[in-house]
Nanobody
Framework: QVQLVESGGGLVQAGDSLRLSCAFS??????????MGWFRQAPGREREFLAA????????YYVNTVKGRFAISRDNARNTAYLAMSNLKPEDTATYFC??????????????????WGQGTQVTVSS
């Protein structure tokens, strides 16, 4: 069974940067068999798609609201996906989740496209 564990969240000030990590594990599974996505959810709001990356890392897809500030990447040798966030704003405060979807040339912003989720890591941005 595939497991995802996020880390790297914390309390930062507006304008700071953070890099979130998502560690993949799973017997009989290979990280490069999966596309990866990042989502976030703030209290009282729906889960929001942020970015996705194909299994090889060759293609990326971002929601317009974070394009240019957030960057998704992956290291298949380390079984880890990343979300680098810069110029953070108080409205970026949320729990951040990584998710895995079966390897595909298609990248999706739909949460239902992803079948494995991490437990989330909290990011709080103070003004």
């Amino acid at each position: 069974q595939v497991q995802l564990v996020e880390s790297g969240g914390g309390l930062v000030q507006a304008g700071d940067s953070l890099r979130l990590s998502c560690a993949f594990s799973g017997p009989l599974r290979t990280f490069s068999d999966y596309n990866m996505g990042w989502f976030r959810q703030a209290p009282g709001r729906e889960r929001e798609f942020l970015a996705a990356i194909t299994w090889s890392g060759a293609n990326e897809y971002y929601v317009n609201t974070v394009k240019g500030r957030f960057a998704i990447s992956r290291d298949n040798a380390r079984n880890t996906a990343y979300l680098a966030m810069s110029n953070l704003k108080p409205e970026d405060t949320a729990t951040y989740f990584c998710a895995a979807a079966a390897r595909s040339a298609i990248l999706s912003a739909r949460a239902t496209f992803y079948n494995t989720w991490g437990q989330g890591t909290q990011v709080t941005v103070s003004s």
